[in-house]
């Protein structure tokens, strides 16, 4: 599957250590120009170009910008084949009952949680820093997302909280999954981290060791993981990327470790839609703009 991402102009609430938006300086202040002139073609040249569904996301939490989002998804209408799929990336901040039904009726199928901390919920919202107006239960948000009818995609990022090392046994892994299968999960990907190639702020420094370093805790569990999925699930496809889809205990699973699409292939993993109104094929790369 292929995906067209469209970047919707926002800000974020929280303060992730993790957060990839450091690499893309050139997209801070990104001006949003919503004009169907500029985005039609775009999103038509995406699904004539195999794209299969369409992601809402953004260098920030992309639910802080609402009607960016209804604007887009009313572009989508208009397309010779619009989107049937359509995923929104969120931190879960500002996703209370009044915007899933807000999202769910503006057409949105999928929901795709991204979460540090999948076994406790305070503490995934502390290494999220996340304002306490905005912190939830994960499992009760979960739940609220399946009561309505959307496919459940949990993205687990792989930070080094497991720690330490000798803890990051395969009974955690195993809570892990039975967490999420609890949870009401379809699908999960297992997101190893972003390295900038030169880190700059403290926590790209952090980032950075985290990734590069073979012994680290985050690589510990990646590897723990992988064999989990390897040896309890089947493979049921590839993606573009090269990534393993496996069905393990009735979800989906991916153990991502390229989610920049920094690994060259023949064709592009996604396609970007940014608020310029241009069409690019990498986030931290300017040249990479189709038209």
Not at 40 to 46: E, I, K, Q, S, T
Not at 77 to 82: D, S, V
Not at 138 to 151: A, D, P, R, V, Y
Not at 191 to 213: G, M, Q, S
Request: hydrophobic share 35%; with cysteine; charged share 25%.
């Amino acid at each position: 599957m292929r995906s067209l991402q469209v970047h919707v102009p926002a800000g974020c609430p929280n303060k992730c250590p993790f957060c990839c938006s450091a690499a893309h300086h050139n997209q801070k202040n990104a001006k949003m120009t919503v004009n169907r002139i500029h985005f039609l073609p775009r999103m038509n040249y995406a699904r004539d170009h195999d794209c299969d569904f369409l992601m809402l996301t953004s260098t920030g939490e992309p639910l802080m910008n609402p009607d960016y989002i209804e604007t887009i998804l009313s572009f989508n209408r208009e397309l010779r084949r619009p989107f049937d799929a359509i995923d929104l990336q969120t931190s879960g901040a500002g996703l209370d009952n009044a915007m899933l039904g807000r999202i769910r009726d503006s057409g949105i199928t999928t929901i795709a949680l991204s979460v540090a901390y999948l076994l406790d919920s305070k503490k995934n919202a502390k290494i999220m820093r996340m304002p306490e107006r905005y912190q939830y239960n994960i499992g009760g948000l979960c739940s609220k997302i399946k009561e309505l009818g959307f496919t459940l995609r949990l993205c687990l990022n792989l930070i080094p909280d497991y720690k330490p090392i000798s803890a990051v046994t395969d009974h955690v892994v195993g809570e892990i999954f039975e967490t999420a299968k609890v949870y009401g999960a379809d699908q999960i990907t297992f997101k190893r981290l972003y390295a900038n190639k030169d880190p700059k702020t403290e926590d790209e420094k952090a980032i950075h060791k985290w990734v590069l370093d073979g012994t680290s805790t985050t690589e510990h569990l990646a590897k723990r993981i992988n064999t989990r999925i390897k040896f309890e699930g089947r493979k049921i496809a590839t993606l573009p990327g090269g990534e393993e889809v496996y069905s393990i205990n009735g979800m989906s699973t991916v153990l991502m470790s390229d989610c920049q699409a920094q690994r060259l292939t023949d064709t592009p993993r996604y396609f970007i839609l940014r608020p310029n109104g241009k069409l690019y094929t990498r986030w931290d790369d300017d040249g990479s703009i189709i038209f």
